[in-house]
T-cell receptor
Framework: ETGVTQTPRHLVMGMTNKKSLKCEQHLGHNAMYWYKQSAKKPLELMFVYNFKEQTENNSVPSRFSPECPNSSHLFLHLHTLQPEDSALYLC??????????????FGPGTRLTVL | AQKITQTQPGMFVQEKEAVTLDCTYDTSDPSYGLFWYKQPSSGEMIFLIYQGSYDQQNATEGRYSLNFQKARKSANLVISASQLGDSAMYFCAMTYGQNFVFGPGTRLSVLP
């Protein structure tokens, strides 16, 4: 596997379900990100991790719970979601966090539908 | 607050012609990076090109070039010799400090 991978690619869940999204990067990067992309809205940064430590939480509801066990893996645990949470969830990674040259590389995304 | 503006929601271009996608940004930080990404219908965000605020020359990557006009705070993407596979959403983005912000995107359609 190369680059950034995400599983599953598609997920349909009910509002009472609990599910997790997984992201893995094979680039040797130290920073990882979760973004939400809703229809007709700009990309929204949700969480940022640098060397496994969370550095950013952009007022995301507690029904989204991130976990970063190491620099290569990032999870997004979902529970009691709402229909408006339906969106494309993108994971990204970058070499570092503080440099203006730190390009983010994205995974293919998980398309989530909440019924 | 730092902001990215892409004024063209949609653009059409004939195959093999060149097209310019507009991007303006707003920041008071002297150090920043500018990026362009392509997002096909499959959803993956693909990195295309980077320009640093201190770079003297415009960035180029194959058929992509970035027309960087610092005083006007613009970073337009030029795609030469458009191909059908270039049809996608294109996002301009900026990094400053530990922040990363995306524009709303431009949908490019390449016509045969």
């Amino acid at each position: 596997e190369t680059g950034v991978t995400q599983t599953p690619r598609h997920l349909v869940m009910g509002m009472t379900n609990k599910k997790s999204l997984k992201c893995e990067q094979h680039l040797g990067h130290n920073a990882m990100y979760w973004y939400k992309q809703s229809a007709k809205k700009p990309l929204e940064l949700m969480f940022v991790y640098n060397f496994k430590e969370q550095t950013e939480n952009n007022s995301v509801p507690s029904r989204f719970s991130p976990e970063c066990p190491n620099s290569s893996h990032l999870f997004l645990h979902l529970h009691t979601l709402q229909p408006e949470d339906s969106a494309l969830y993108l994971c990204a990674s970058s070499q570092g966090l503080a440099g203006i040259t730190d390009t983010q590389y994205f995974g293919p995304g998980t398309r989530l539908t909440v019924l | 607050a730092q902001k990215i503006t892409q004024t063209q929601p949609g653009m059409f271009v004939q195959e093999k012609e060149a097209v310019t996608l507009d991007c303006t940004y707003d920041t008071s930080d002297p150090s920043y990076g500018l990026f362009w990404y392509k997002q096909p219908s499959s959803g993956e965000m693909i990195f295309l090109i980077y320009q640093g605020s201190y770079d003297q020359q415009n960035a180029t990557e194959g058929r992509y070039s970035l027309n960087f006009q610092k005083a006007r705070k613009s970073a337009n993407l030029v795609i030469s010799a458009s191909q059908l596979g270039d049809s996608a959403m294109y996002f301009c983005a900026m990094t400053y400090g530990q922040n990363f912000v995306f524009g709303p995107g431009t949908r490019l359609s390449v016509l045969p």
